[in-house]
């Protein structure tokens, strides 16, 4: 096992039998997005794809969930002067093509592994990616509406492309949980693994992928 510097403790990654695992660690937030977390999975992102030991990419959360989307915890406390609506919408853009579009964009295999809840940005990272697998316990929420905020991080763009254009409306409009098994009907995920041996099946999954014809099926 290999490790790779992600220089937080929020961010992990390791490379295993061709896989790198990056693991969102800030379990007693739910793995919410902030200001160390995101930059480092930016950075991470480059490092594994320019790595040639890499076959596939799985993106996982510590402890019972994915990620739980921004933390709004640290929205609205910065002491600088207010943002005009165009700088937001910038600044927005920037990290969308930076994070989600760079994760849709990426030249390995990459997998989104759900050991519980993703909501919000955290299920624009998993519905980037090129496949998810999850937990019989996991479920994912849009959640933007709960905050007041649009389906960002390319949720809109990525979810009717998945589901259906009514379909994802409908998410977005009621912000319903959708479980792993009406999730594997929708065809939004590709397995369900037990609660118990999640991890080992994941890795196990996407190493089958890593060590497989990669570069073909890359494209």
């Known amino acids: ?107 390995k295999i990459t997998i989104a592994a759900l050991p519980g809840a993703a909501a919000g940005a955290g299920v624009s990272i998993a519905l980037a990616c090129d496949l998810r697998v999850v937990s019989s316990r996991a479920f994912v929420t849009t959640a933007f509406k709960n905050v007041g905020l649009s389906g960002d991080y390319g949720a809109s763009w990525f979810l009717p492309r998945l589901i259906g254009l009514a379909k994802a409306k409908e998410l977005f409009y009621t ?16 397995q369900i693994f037990p609660e118990e041996t999640f991890r080992e099946d994941a890795f196990a999954y996407t190493r089958n992928i890593a060590n497989g014809p990669t570069a073909t099926l890359g494209l």
């Open 1 to 107: 096992m290999i490790t790779i510097e992600t220089r937080t403790e929020e961010l992990l990654c390791h490379i295993e039998d061709r896989v790198a695992v990056i693991t969102l660690n800030k379990p007693n937030k739910k793995n919410a997005l902030g200001d160390l977390l995101t930059p480092a999975l930016r950075r991470t992102l480059l490092v594994v794809e320019a790595d040639d030991r890499v076959g596939a990419v799985m993106i996982t959360g510590a402890g019972d969930a994915f990620c739980s989307g921004g933390d709004v915890s640290g929205m609205g406390g910065s002491s600088s002067a207010p943002k005009s609506v165009e700088d937001r919408i910038d600044e927005l853009t920037r990290k969308q093509e930076t994070l989600t579009l760079r994760l849709h964009e990426l030249e």
């Open 175 to 190: 912000a319903d949980r959708v479980g792993a098994e009406e999730g594997l009907r929708l065809g939004l995920f590709s």
